[in-house]
Every structure is written in structure tokens, then in C-alpha cells.
């Protein structure tokens, strides 16, 4: 059977530092050949996304297969080489004092791990050392790692992970105790870039201890900087506890949303005709102003009128986009019905519109209108006798006629007085 790929790798991992990449010595001439060392680490799997404390044993050999007496090794430094993926943490330098000949001791070299880091990853470390006191003696070491992702002990939560640009805002880190040992000494610091915002609360916090399977939630106060309205801002947190006996840090940054503000006001209303007279239809117009940080985009204004009112055309009415320091006249017409009677009435009218996160916003503004009498034209009918003819001339020739024979009865009148005088 093939061993497989993960075997292969783990078993690479493991093999201790052997090649020398580069190794230089310096001193007073003649310089004296530097003792036989080997470094090796136990720790061939590490873990991403968080600080690793990887032991590293140095032996001493001495001066093998001789008969000299090789000096010890004298104000040791370990450090790493960064490679993609690793990254010193802290000071990066891990001290040994003095090693003799034929003895070992252990440097402890803390290594943060991307979490993108790739499942293998070849590197080297860099050891400095003095020997006879005037001698010393420079050399890189090869070694590689297989990296995982592993259960962690502590686990963070940021709420809320939306925060407007330009405020002060209150999050709330909640740091969670996963394991069944208890974390003592837990140091939280929280860090933003300095053109993302700035931390109000004192940092690092200190907590003496979380319990196994528990919780504990810290207050801080972060201040968004206005010109993030339209970007992201990355807050860094870095935790340092001690799980049991060994030291352990947890790095992570959380990605929040910035929002800018959108102040949108309705004012100005006007009602066409002023006073109504049911039924019939009338308008409201209003002026809708943006005096935010951030344009509103999808603007909707939807009318919600009382009993008796119906909303003359659409429901609602799109309006589009309204910039910063920017303002647009809207006009939404109605129908009122015969049931209306005189008084005011309030009509409520909900602005929709979407920020640059793409979020639903609503506000409301209220607008009032005078309901009058009932129009008279509306409830009696007024009879009218009317006259046409293609030519227009016909109520003449009436009256011409009308004259006519009122003079002819004005005749007759006349001559039968005359007759009853004779």
C-alpha cells in the first residue's frame, strides 16, 4: 500500500534541522572551528490563525571524533526566518544563556500562523551564539511544518458588526471559554488602523479567569471615522491567556461594515386645493431633504390614507436617488369619497430607501389636510334650456317672429277699438 500524501508531509515535517543554509564566524584570527550543533522540534504540526510556541531543543556536540575540548556556546538567540504564512511574534528572539559540551537546552520560539497559511510550509531558523568569549558564530537551519485548523480554546464574537461613520459607537467583544480547563490571565487589546477610527476604551483589558464552557463579555466605545461611509474597517483583536501551564495568544481581525448617515426629512407640504370638497381629488407636495453623510438610493414614498381617502394612481411613488445636501419635490394625488365629512385629517406617508450597505431604511412624516362642505354642484341638479343650430341664428329668427306677431296682435287690437267707437 502507497502511503498517502498527508503521511508523506507529516513525515517531511518532522525531520530535524540538518542542512546549513548559511553559516559565518567571526573573531580575532585564527579563528577556531565553532562546536557540533543540532537543532530539533518536536512540534511538527501547528496550528493557523493563531500563536504557536514551538519548542526547539539545541545540542551541543562538542567537537565529535576529536580529542579537543570544544568551548560551550555561549549567549544563545533563536529566531525565524519569516516565510509566507509564518511570522515571528513578539520580540521574535527566543534567549538560551550557555550550553556545554555534550548538553542540551530549549528555546521557545513563538510563531503566529496565517490562517491562510498552506498545509506545508518550509522555513528556517536563525541561530546566533558566542564560543572562547572573542568567537561567534551565525548559521540558518532548515525545517518545515504541517498546518492545520485546530479547535480553539477561546473563540471571539463582535456584535454589532454595523456601525455608522462619523459616531461614537458601543460594540461588544464576547470571549468564549471553549475547553474544559480554565484561562487565567486573559489580556484582550483591541487596535484599529489609525485612518479607520480610534479606541476610547484603555487597552489592553485584563481578566483573571474564564471558566471552562462560560462567557464573558467586554464594552468598548469605538469612534468610526466619516470617511469610512462607503468602506469597510478591520478592528484587530489579540488575546494572550494561559491555558493551564502553557502560554497561548489568539490573533483574528473582524471585518465591520461602516454605514454612513443618512438624514432624510420631509417638509414644506402644500395641499392642491387647500380646503377639499368631497368628493373630488386633491395633491400633496413636499420637499424631501438629504442633510446626511451618505446618499439614500431606491427612494419610495408611500402614501397610507385614512378611511374614506384612496390614493389617486400608484400606491407609491419612486422618487430615485437623493444625494448628500440634496433635495427633491414629490406630489401624491388622492380621491376623496361622499363619507368624508368637514374636519382635519392626518395622512401618514412612509419614506423607503436603501443606504450604501444596501439596508431597508424607513421614516415617517405626517401630513395634514381641511376637509370642507360637500360641493353643491355635486348634489342638485340645475335644468338648462339650450338652443343650437349649425348656423347659430335660430333663437333670432324666434324673435323676430315674437315681435311680429305681437305687432300684428297690436293691429288687431287697435282697429277693433276703432270699429266699437263708431
Not at 525531520?15 to 518536536?42: D, E, H, M, R, Y
Not at 525565524?80 to 530549549?106: D, E, F
Not at 385614512?306 to 448628500?324: A, D, E, L, M
Not at 440634496?326 to 368624508?340: C, D, E, K, M, R
Amino acid at each position: 500500500m502507497k502511503p498517502s500524501l498527508s503521511i508523506l508531509v507529516a513525515a517531511l515535517s518532522i525531520l530535524t534541522i540538518a542542512s546549513v543554509v548559511f553559516a559565518g564566524t567571526s573573531g580575532p584570527s585564527p579563528v577556531p572551528p565553532p562546536p557540533s550543533f543540532t537543532i530539533t522540534s518536536p512540534t511538527p504540526v501547528l496550528c493557523r490563525g493563531m500563536v504557536n510556541y514551538i519548542p526547539f531543543t539545541i545540542t551541543n556536540n562538542g567537537y565529535p571524533n576529536t580529542n579537543g575540548k570544544a568551548p560551550p556556546m555561549q549567549n544563545i538567540e533563536l529566531s525565524l526566518v519569516a516565510t509566507k504564512g509564518l511570522y515571528a511574534a513578539g520580540n521574535g528572539i527566543a534567549p538560551v544563556s550557555n550550553i556545554n559540551p555534550n548538553a542540551a537546552a530549549i528555546a521557545t520560539l513563538p510563531i503566529f500562523v496565517g490562517a491562510n497559511a498552506s498545509a506545508f510550509v518550509p522555513t528556517s531558523v536563525q541561530i546566533i551564539y558566542y564560543y572562547d568569549a572573542l568567537y561567534s558564530d551565525t548559521e540558518l537551519r532548515n525545517i518545515s511544518f504541517t498546518t492545520q485548523q485546530c479547535p480553539l480554546p477561546l473563540s471571539l464574537d463582535i456584535s454589532p458588526y454595523i456601525l455608522t461613520s462619523g459616531t461614537i459607537e458601543n460594540i461588544t467583544l464576547t470571549l468564549r471559554n471553549n475547553g474544559t480547563a480554565q484561562l487565567d490571565n486573559v489580556s484582550v487589546k483591541l487596535s484599529v488602523p489609525n485612518s479607520g477610527g480610534a479606541l476610547l476604551t484603555s487597552q489592553p483589558v485584563q481578566i483573571k479567569s474564564i471558566a471552562p464552557n462560560s462567557t464573558i463579555s467586554l464594552n468598548e466605545r469605538l469612534y468610526v471615522a466619516e470617511n469610512q461611509s462607503d468602506q469597510s474597517t478591520p478592528l484587530n483583536v489579540t488575546v494572550n491567556f494561559y491555558n493551564g501551564n502553557q502560554l497561548e495568544q489568539i490573533s483574528s481581525t473582524h471585518t465591520l461594515l461602516a454605514s454612513g448617515i443618512i438624514n432624510m426629512t420631509a417638509s414644506g407640504f402644500t395641499t392642491s386645493p387647500s380646503v377639499i370638497s368631497p368628493p373630488g381629488v386633491f395633491s400633496v407636495s413636499f420637499i424631501l431633504t438629504n442633510i446626511g453623510t451618505s446618499g439614500a438610493t431606491a427612494v419610495m414614498v408611500t402614501p397610507l390614507p385614512p378611511k374614506g381617502f384612496t390614493v389617486y394612481g400608484s400606491n407609491s411613488t419612486f422618487v430615485g436617488s437623493v444625494g448628500i445636501n440634496a433635495q427633491t419635490p414629490v406630489t401624491v394625488s388622492f380621491i376623496t369619497s361622499n363619507a368624508v365629512r368637514s374636519g382635519e385629517y392626518t395622512i401618514p406617508i412612509k419614506i423607503s430607501y436603501l443606504n450604501n450597505l444596501r439596508q431597508n431604511i424607513t421614516k415617517w412624516a405626517n401630513t395634514t389636510v381641511s376637509v370642507g362642505a360637500p360641493s353643491a354642484l355635486n348634489g342638485t341638479r340645475v335644468a338648462q334650456f339650450r338652443t343650437s343650430s349649425p348656423g347659430g341664428g335660430s333663437g333670432i329668427i324666434i324673435l323676430v317672429l315674437i315681435i311680429i306677431i305681437a305687432a300684428l296682435a297690436f293691429l288687431l287690437y287697435s282697429e277693433r277699438k276703432k270699429r266699437r267707437a263708431k
